[in-house]
């Protein structure tokens, strides 16, 4: 079957600029995540959605951060005024609710100049 | 609060010597253990996981991960490593009563396997 899937794939944008990333979970997978991968950071977790439940946002690092899901499918992020430090690769990630690991999606690598 | 160490960035292996990448983690009871591989250009491949039951988990492309609760580890090993097993490995955590909640991820080791 499907994996999760994101577009674009990479994103060049001007400091400033407000950007959309988009990511497609697995069918049937209620627990989407959005993660950060920075170089020499690993990955840092940004929001969690599960089901109709309000997420967690706790792991966003400033108000200029955001994402929606809708339908409870596809979800965006999106990032306002982007910054330099913006620039890492994004990774999507879905679950079934009762299941314990996450599959990944292949991430959208994000440059801000 | 929850957190995933692993100390090496980077292990070097020669091809057919057996393979160990570490890991150590802090969690408030149970923990739910995990090991991902990233390929260049690739999103994370899940490898397997340790929720309960037996301390060795066997998972994909013949690793196996050893859960020992008294050291807090969880390392990731191979009998006998391929070129084709280098890539960036992460070890993640996420205590047994979170579930559904995101996995905290160490900052990742890469493997290089010679030949």
């Known amino acids: 079957g499907a994996g999760v899937s994101q577009s674009p794939s990479n994103k060049v944008t001007e400091k400033g600029k407000d950007v959309e990333l988009r990511c497609d979970p697995i069918?049937?997978?209620?627990?989407l995540y959005w993660y950060r991968q920075s170089l020499g950071q690993g990955l840092e977790f940004l929001i969690y959605?599960?089901?109709?439940?309000?997420?967690?946002k706790s792991g966003l690092p400033s108000d200029r951060f955001s994402a929606e899901r809708t339908g409870g499918s596809v979800s965006t992020l999106t990032i306002q005024r982007t910054q330099q430090e913006d620039s890492a690769v994004y990774l999507c990630?879905?679950?079934?609710?009762?299941?314990?690991?996450?599959?990944f999606g292949p991430g959208t690598r994000l440059t801000v100049l | 609060a929850q957190s995933v160490a692993q100390p090496e960035d980077q292990v070097n292996v020669a091809e057919g010597n057996p393979l160990t990448v570490k890991c150590t983690y802090s969690?408030?009871?149970?923990?739910?253990l995990f090991w991902y591989v990233q390929y260049p250009n690739r999103g994370l491949q899940f490898l397997l996981k340790?929720?309960?039951?037996?301390?060795l988990v066997k998972g994909s492309y013949g690793f196996e991960a050893e859960f020992n609760k008294s050291q807090t580890s969880f390392h990731l090993k191979k009998p006998s490593a391929l070129v084709s097993d280098s890539a960036l490995y992460f070890c993640?955590?996420?205590?047994?009563?979170?579930?559904?909640?995101?996995?905290?991820f160490g900052k990742g080791t890469t493997l290089s396997v010679s030949s």
């Open positions: 959605f599960q089901g109709n439940s309000a997420p967690d």
């Open positions: 340790y929720i309960t039951g037996d301390n």
């Open positions: 993640a955590v996420r205590a047994a009563n979170q579930a559904g909640t995101a996995l905290i």
């Open positions: 069918s049937g997978h209620t627990a």
């Open positions: 990630a879905s679950s079934l609710r009762t299941a314990h690991e996450q599959f």
């Open positions: 969690v408030s009871g149970n923990p739910y």
